[in-house]
């Protein structure tokens, strides 16, 4: 924890960012499991909604949310809580996760969380439960989330490469590589958010969800791969560890695929292969106009009528329908094999350690 805490503030320091990924994957290894076992599982998404609140009222970091939710999710799955005090909780780990986050003057006073809960609780109740949290985190609560791996690999979600070889037509302006960047890191951070809320989702190591994020902002931004070699050194993770990853955020997690607004062939259908790689484009404006006519599927391209076996691939008939220039199955800038990549640093992250 003493290593993490070194580079706490300093995520953007591009010259240190190998140093102080390595050194995130090792906090991460040790951080205390979530288990879906809490007695009150059926209260969570209340009181998630209740820290989501706050945070947006007090303009509160995204790594304070992440932390808060997950000092939450943990604490809740060894105890058993009256539901009277369930609230408490929730703000006491906010509490604590801006202590951690957030500047000094921005850290909200137990008083000040109390008036969001119309004063339920005393200030006392605040600092007692601060403790018995602390006691059962070991006071050790600076904790790498998936927040804080998003920060470090959002730096490198797209690259010159990636814009030299994106899939343009000549009908369309290609948007500017700075555009293309803040959309994905925009695209990433609204996806990440709405895991917050997905159950499924939050026993997956930190920094896997973080990648998957990109992976899907990728996937939503049109003649952009999927992954590439670069990002799997990187992250730590070819696409065959991220797939079903993605296939949750883009199909479950989130309430409406949601559009990017950067669009550089907004006309054009892609497919996939089964292993998640190797696109294929196709029709023309007037081919796609023609089969519209005859009424032809749009997802009748797709190279596997399983959505187990295609990347990013249509979650019904209705999503394909309500968007039908939304480019789903997408292409994966590898030739892996499935097997972990060759990684520029020594990390030990074996396929067994994704999901805790």
Known sequence: MERWNTFFNAPYCT??????????????????????????????????????????????????????????????????????????????????????????????????????????????????????ILCFFDWHITIPTASTFLDIFAIDCFDQQDYDTMATTELTEKPSKEQLVQSINDTASKILRASLQYMKLYTIKPSLLAAACVASARCLTQGVSVWSERLANITGYDYSNLHNVCQMLLFEAMPQLPTCSVSSTPNSKRSISDAGYLSEWWETDDEDEEKRSTGADVSSASSGEDSDTTGCSESSNKDVTSQEDFVCDKAVDSSDTGERCTKKRKLAISNEEHFH
């Open 15 to 132: 010259e240190y960012n190998e140093d102080i990924l390595e050194t995130l994957i090792e906090c991460e290894a040790g951080r205390k499991r979530v288990q879906s076992v809490s007695p009150q599982l059926h209260l969570r998404d209340s009181v998630v909604q209740l820290i989501l609140s706050v945070c947006e009222k007090q303009s509160y970091r995204r790594a304070t949310v992440h932390l808060a939710i997950y000092l939450l999710d943990v604490f809740m799955s060894s105890h058993t809580i009256e539901e009277r005090r369930i609230d408490l909780v929730g703000l006491t780990c906010l509490y604590l996760a801006c202590k951690i986050e957030e500047n000094e003057p921005k850290v909200p006073s137990p008083s000040r969380l109390n008036g969001f809960v119309g004063n339920t609780y005393q200030p006392a109740d605040f600092v007692a439960l601060e403790i018995t």
